[in-house]
């Protein structure tokens, strides 16, 4: 009898969560435009392979290259002036917001690419310390090159000699950046990229909640996911599943760190914060954030950066000439010869320039207001500013934007960087990347260590993407590529 009369009352409980679901549906979101619709109906996929394609299409096509999805309430701009607006000029009146914190918050926590005002000021303050300290470029010019003559290299040896096998790069480059940043990051050696590539749970469970927590914030209708997370069932109960993952990883870190305590003489970034708080899951949040920051980002740009260059052998040429010019000086060896590659800064730049591992970046207006372009902005509109479409822009790179061309960031040969309100790919203005010189330093150590030794055939057909939504860019299917040695 008691089982009868739960299940009624459970069949009254889905049929009014429908109702609300309807009612919700008709009244919040109703937008019969063409974009809109395309949208909605995912027809604009039969004529673009991603959705940051189609998006660039309609910047393109946009006198003021801006436009509106009014289902998402979503303003979208790729004009740079707009951008400057938002990250520095009004920064106060484009914060994160609290819709997006509610999207990310079970992954990310209170960590700080989720909050705003003074928890987001004293994690930047911290996050500063440590990665804006002068030694900590070389630091990472350690690490980094560890993992390459340790790992990297060796695993792709074997991968070569062994009937010039087919790697996926994209894997190989996710399990670098992941033991790259625990071990700069955190003082922890997780040894993902042991040359047996052992699979893990952890890093697919890592790819699982970023992917799922990217999809809340694509739906037109957020109470969705918020039901099925309230009822835990289908995508909302594999991404508690996956979290539950990686927060074990990341208490187990924190374990070692305080087990380590005073033994280890290096300070790092998660020493620092522990010094100023015990709550463990607070600790758990750093983590996380920093753990997201580090791995798929760097994955990211080094995946995209292959690509292009498995497609370029005369950009190949010219960074083995540059290299070679400076190893007859000395060797490199240290972090101050890696600056002094420009013709390797510049590929590095103009690799991310068409493949941004962070494709676009949203805000939420906190009153009415009217951009640079005129557009006007409603209060509690989604601004969002598109990485990828701006650097396809023909308005911001000349005729020849489509082109993989290093020179364009060389002026009589150095580097020379433009406003970074064109170029946002480790954003700008006030919440600019605190790991860029890191990125960098990581990004040019691996093309340089893998272009010396090997030459890369692609598997992978060239031409179009295909991406998968997460919070990265991340190649659907990865990277397959052919190393062989190279005679030095
Ligand atoms: C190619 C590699 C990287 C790219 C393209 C990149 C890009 C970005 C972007 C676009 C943001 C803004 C995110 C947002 O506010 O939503 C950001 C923020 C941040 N990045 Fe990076 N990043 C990279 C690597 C790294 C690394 C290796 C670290 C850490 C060592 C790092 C640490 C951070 C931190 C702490 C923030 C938050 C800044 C703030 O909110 O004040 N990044 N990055």
Redesign the pocket.
């Not at 946002?424 to 954003?427: E, L, R």
């Not at 006030?430 to 860029?436: N, V």
């Given at each position: 009898m008691e089982i009868q009369n739960s299940s009624i009352l459970m069949v009254f409980l889905l049929f009014f969560i429908l109702c609300c679901i309807l009612i919700y549906c008709k009244t919040k979101v109703q937008c019969n435009c063409k974009i809109c619709h395309a949208y909605i109906t995912s027809s604009w996929s039969n004529e673009f392979d991603n959705l940051c394609d189609w998006y660039t299409h309609l910047l393109k096509s946009s006198p003021t290259k801006t436009i509106h999805i009014h289902v998402l309430h979503n303003t979208i701009t790729s004009d740079h002036q707009n951008v400057e607006y938002m990250l520095k000029t009004r920064f106060e009146n484009y914060p994160?917001g609290k819709p997006f914190s509610a999207i990310l918050g079970d992954f990310l926590g209170r960590g700080?690419?989720n909050v705003d005002g003074d928890s987001?000021k004293f994690?930047?303050k911290m996050?500063c310390l440590e990665?804006g300290k002068m030694s900590m470029r070389s630091h990472a010019f350690e690490v980094v090159n560890h993992e390459i003559d340790h790992r990297l290299i060796p695993l792709v040896l074997s991968v070569s000699r062994k009937d010039h096998k087919v790697l996926d790069l994209q894997d190989v480059f996710k399990r670098f950046?992941f033991d790259v940043?625990c071990k700069?990051?955190f003082g922890y050696d997780p040894k993902c990229l042991d040359e047996s590539l052992p699979m893990s749970d952890l890093t697919n469970a890592f790819d699982l909640a970023s992917q799922l927590s990217a999809q809340r914030a694509m739906k037109p209708y957020q109470l969705v996911w918020k039901i099925k997370r309230m009822l835990n069932i289908g995508s909302e109960k594999r991404l508690k599943e996956s979290i539950k993952m990686v927060n074990m990883f990341a208490h187990e870190v924190i374990r070692q760190r305080i087990k380590l305590g005073s033994c280890s003489n290096h300070e790092d970034?998660l020493s620092r914060f522990m010094a100023t708080t015990k709550d463990p899951n607070y600790l758990r949040d750093i983590v996380i954030?920093?753990l997201l920051?580090?791995r798929d980002?760097?994955a990211?740009?080094l995946t995209g950066l292959f690509w292009l260059l498995a497609q370029h052998p005369k950009i190949v040429a010219t960074i083995r000439e540059e290299a070679l010019r400076m190893a007859k000086h000395e060797a490199l060896t240290s972090f101050p010869q890696l600056h002094e590659l420009n013709y390797l800064q510049a590929t590095v730049y103009e690799g991310?320039r068409l493949l941004?591992?962070?494709q676009f970046?949203s805000k939420f207006s906190q009153i009415d207001d009217i951009l640079p372009d005129g557009t006007s902005v409603k209060k509690g509109t989604r601004v969002t500013y598109h990485?990828y479409a701006m650097g396809r822009m023909e308005s911001i790179w000349g005729s020849d934007y489509l082109d993989f061309k290093p020179e364009r960031w060389l002026k009589d040969g150095v580097f020379y960087q433009e406003t970074p309100f064109k170029y946002?790919?480790?954003?700008a203005g006030?919440?600019?990347?605190?790991?860029?010189e890191?990125?960098?330093v990581?990004?040019k150590c691996v093309v340089l260590s893998l272009l010396q030794r090997f030459d890369i055939e692609l598997e992978t057909p060239a031409g179009t993407l295909k991406f998968s939504p997460g919070l990265t860019a991340t190649f659907a299917g990865g990277l397959a590529v052919r190393f062989s040695e190279r005679d030095m």
């Open positions: 994160k700080i690419f987001w994690q930047r996050a990665l950046s940043i700069f990051s970034l954030s920093f920051a580090g980002t760097v990211s740009a991310m941004p591992p962070i970046n990485p946002p790919v480790f954003q006030h919440r600019m990347c605190l790991g860029k890191m990125a960098l990581e990004l």
